[in-house]
């Protein structure tokens, strides 16, 4: 019995020792990649560290693996894990210092299929420091920037890049919601070319804004402000000019374009977003206004709805909590839809404003409306005097350039029994006096009657043949599809400024 198990031992010894001798890699379920014992163990280590929150030895444990094995397996995996620990520690400090690590793996690693992975996470973070609209953007606008990258260097991650445009989606409500705000501010102080300035840049950037029709509404309200300036402005008479006055075509034509460009803001909320609140506001605006009212298609009101349909609805609770959290609510955001990958050109409110003017004053686009002056004399010799300012010139109409050398002998002079010339009749009444034209130049600064008022189905009606009518029927929606489309009214502006 006694040599039966000492035979026992002396096979479960050997077992021992072949086992300890084998150069077999050993599988960690973790990372799952083969590699040698003494790095699994100390990943593994590592990695139940972290499991317990224990983020210091976590990274010690990993750098001594980074150190001590630099041709491992697990290198990648393991300086992704610092970042890790970083990133799970959270805190101001420790989330930069992850986004470092981060960073630092994708300049390492750009080709491992874990880069997405950083990229990701690095937009995350800016994503959770974010601030409500009206307070520092910075986080978002750096969030925004990440995202984009994500999105456009690893396309072919399409799990990661589908969380990336989500995300994207909420960063860039944020961001809208705080060019609003400021083209609101500007609105009720009457800044209307930087109102309007901000509001373009918005509806051309951020199309799936919750509130794209409130900012094409008051869109169309600063031009309307800006005709009533206009209109309110004194009109040049010839005989009495005023200071500030503005001629009576230019008047009628800048009312004219303006009135053109608060239409377009108004059709734009029918068009493209048929489903929210503003539509009913924007026909009544574009009657008040004799413009036409357009009619939208079946595709743009599915794509409105279906873009309506995908924001949350915010619990009392949420809104609630939003009062006192720091960063904003963004249950708003749309989910549906693609994000504005590449920034359009930004409006400027001076640009605006001089392009407005120049379309009025009927100058060409590609025109910059400079002058040259001619100066006739030839170039000064070498001994003359240089030109002095209240020299007198030939095209100056309070002085008169002396002659310096003697009179032409043939220059036509009048005789001197020449008689000036007057008619013999009685005067014409038709003849503008000084006082007459006064007052028809008075008369002509009234404005000028609105144009007549023009509806569909006058359109219809002059447009051609039905067959025509019946095709372009086909693919418009009805009102009954757009109202059976609205989803309950969100708090807005309904009345901005009366006009």
């Known amino acids: ?106 300049t390492f690693f750009p080709n491992m299929p874990e880069a997405a992975e950083a990229q990701l996470k690095i937009a995350n973070i800016q994503y959770q420091q974010m601030e409500k609209s009206d307070r520092d953007y910075t986080h978002a606008r750096r969030a925004e920037d990440e995202y984009r990258n994500l999105i456009m260097q690893y396309p072919d991650n399409p799990k990661l890049v589908k969380e990336g445009k989500e995300r994207l989606l909420e960063v860039q409500e944020v961001l809208a919601d705080r060019e609003f705000g400021i083209g609101k501010f500007y609105f009720y102080r009457m800044s209307y ?19 794209a029709d409130e900012a094409l509404y008051l869109l169309g309200q600063n031009y309307e402000g800006q005709m009533t300036q206009m209109r309110a402005r004194p009109t040049c008479v010839k005989t009495a000019p005023r200071a500030g006055c503005v001629p009576e075509q230019v008047k009628a034509n800048m009312v004219e374009e303006l009135t053109k460009q608060a239409a377009g803001a108004y059709s ?24 036409p009212i357009p009619r939208p298609t079946k595709a743009a009101v599915a794509q409105n709805r279906a873009e309506e349909e995908s924001r949350r609805d915010s619990s009392p609770l949420d809104l609630a909590m939003s009062l006192v959290k720091k960063g904003p609510n963004v249950d708003l955001a749309a989910h549906v839809g693609e994000p504005t990958l590449v920034d359009p050109t930004p409006v400027a409110a001076n640009q605006e404003a001089l392009r407005t003017t120049r379309e009025a004053m009927g100058i060409p686009a590609g025109e910059h409306g400079v002058s040259a002056e001619i100066v006739s004399g030839g170039v000064p010799a070498a001994n003359d005097p240089a030109p002095r300012s209240d020299t007198a010139t030939d095209s100056g109409p309070l002085f008169a350039r002396q002659p310096t050398s003697a009179p032409d002998p043939n220059e036509l002079k009048p005789s001197a029994d020449a008689t000036v010339l007057k008619p013999s009749g009685p005067p014409d009444p038709n003849e503008l006096t000084p006082v007459a034209e006064a007052q028809n130049a008075v008369a002509n600064s009234q404005p000028l009657p609105p144009p007549v008022q023009v509806n569909e189905i006058q359109q219809a009606q002059a447009a051609g043949t039905s067959t025509v009518a019946s095709a372009g029927s086909s693919s418009l929606a009805s009102d009954q599809d757009v109202s059976s489309s609205k989803k309950k009214k969100k708090k807005g502006l309904k009345k901005i400024m009366p006009f």
């Open 193 to 211: 070319p930087a109102s309007i300035a901000r509001l373009k840049t918005l509806v051309e950037k951020y199309p799936l804004y919750s509130r």
């Open 1 to 106: 019995m006694s040599r039966r198990s000492s035979l026992v031992a002396v096979l479960g010894v050997l077992l021992m020792v072949t086992a300890a001798c084998t150069n077999k890699k050993a599988v960690n379920p973790l990372a799952n990649v083969g590699s040698k014992q003494p790095d699994k163990v100390l990943f593994d280590r590592a990695m139940d560290a972290m499991k317990h929150n224990r983020f210091d030895v976590a990274r010690m444990t990993l750098q001594t693996l980074i150190n001590t094995y630099p041709d491992s397996e697990f290198i990648a995996r393991a300086k992704l894990a610092v970042g890790d620990s970083w990133y799970a520690e959270g805190g101001t400090a420790s989330l930069a210092q992850a986004e470092q690590e981060y960073r630092d793996f994708e």
């Open 268 to 291: 734009q909320i029918i068009t493209r977003y048929p489903v929210m609140d503003r539509g009913d506001d924007a026909k009544k605006r574009l009657a008040a206004l004799h413009q």
